[in-house]
């Protein structure tokens, strides 16, 4: 059985052979959220700049497992090579120019603790156990969005910009894209399961005590707590000190203020959702944070 480091440079060698000229062959290593590496081959065509990436780790888990043979994984790999070089391109024609990529940057927030060595790699400042970090949309030649890219200190020195204009930037798109997306846990539910949540006298019933925060897009909607207009907005609406739990990188739960003998139950129940039901990549934080008012900030509680 091959270790992981003679499966990729057996596969790597196999689309060689396979591509001849038509594609440049090479690894990929890239370090995702919470320190999640992956390793893949790029295929990047002779004049490009960019090309399809197909990861290698689950093939692997494949291999190992006996669920495919070698030459099924290298003839798959290969297919979704060709079949990714068949989708609409990306339009990276502007990405080099500031003045043309920087209404596509946005914030996001990431754990600082599980994100160390990415930390180095990637501009960024701290925001309590988080950092926030900063993406652009990609989009095709129809300007349709496709994905995001991570923006990198590389990026930082093309286009000549500090981490200061980074963020204003990217918090200045995430308004004009439009309000937080504020909504009670009854209305999700409802939207989800087509149903009315109204007693019987036919009153709605809209007592509730969650609520979930996120942006319009709903990608990344975690960094919606770096605004405070958004969280006066909140404060307005549920109460001053109201707490913040973590969901994923994407949205966060808001409950009105609790008794701070509340604080470790919640806490304890954060830790179970993310241990069982939030992927490892998706994860944001195991701790609660509550709001002040009179800080206009937020704190860690738990």
């Not at 990929?28 to 390793?39: A, G, L, S």
């Not at 497992?65 to 502007?94: A, C, H, K, N, W």
């Not at 890219?149 to 204003?168: A, R, V």
């Not at 009854?186 to 036919?202: P, Q, R």
Request: proline content about 2%; charged content about 30%; overall charge negative.
């Amino acid at each position: 059985m091959m270790s992981f480091k003679e499966f990729t440079e057996n596969v790597l060698e196999a689309i060689r052979a396979k591509a001849g000229d038509a594609f440049q062959i090479k690894k990929h290593d890239v370090i995702k959220n919470n320190n999640v590496k992956r390793t893949g081959i790029d295929a990047i065509k002779s004049g490009e700049d960019i090309g399809p990436c197909v990861y290698l780790d689950a093939f692997y888990r494949e291999y190992e497992s006996d669920r495919m043979r070698f030459g099924e994984i290298v003839d798959e790999v290969y297919r979704l090579i060709l079949e990714q070089e068949e989708t609409p391109d990306v339009d990276i024609s502007g990405f080099r120019i500031w003045r043309t990529v920087q209404g596509d940057i946005y914030p996001k927030l990431i754990n600082a603790e599980q994100n160390k060595e990415l930390l180095e790699k990637i501009p960024h400042r701290i925001f309590m156990d988080l950092a926030v970090a900063y993406y652009a949309v990609a989009r095709n030649h129809a300007q349709e969005d496709i994905g995001t890219i991570l923006i990198c200190n590389g990026h930082m020195e093309m286009w000549g910009q500090e981490e200061e204009n980074l963020y204003q930037t990217a918090m200045i798109n995430m308004r004009a894209d439009g309000e937080a997306d504020f909504t009670d846990i009854n209305t999700i539910v409802e939207h989800i399961m087509g149903i009315s949540l109204t007693k019987e006298d036919g009153n709605a019933s809209r007592d509730t005590d969650m609520y979930v925060l996120t942006n319009c897009r709903k990608c990344f909607g975690a960094a919606e707590i770096l605004d405070k207009k958004t969280l006066r907005m909140i404060a307005d609406k549920v109460g001053d000190r109201f707490l913040v739990l973590p969901g994923s990188l994407h949205e966060t739960i808001v409950l009105p203020p609790k008794d701070e003998s509340e604080y470790e139950r919640l806490a304890g129940m954060v830790r179970e959702v993310n241990d069982t039901q939030i992927d490892i990549g998706e994860r944001l934080s195991y701790h609660i944070y509550r709001y002040s008012r009179d800080e206009e900030a937020l704190k860690i509680v738990a």
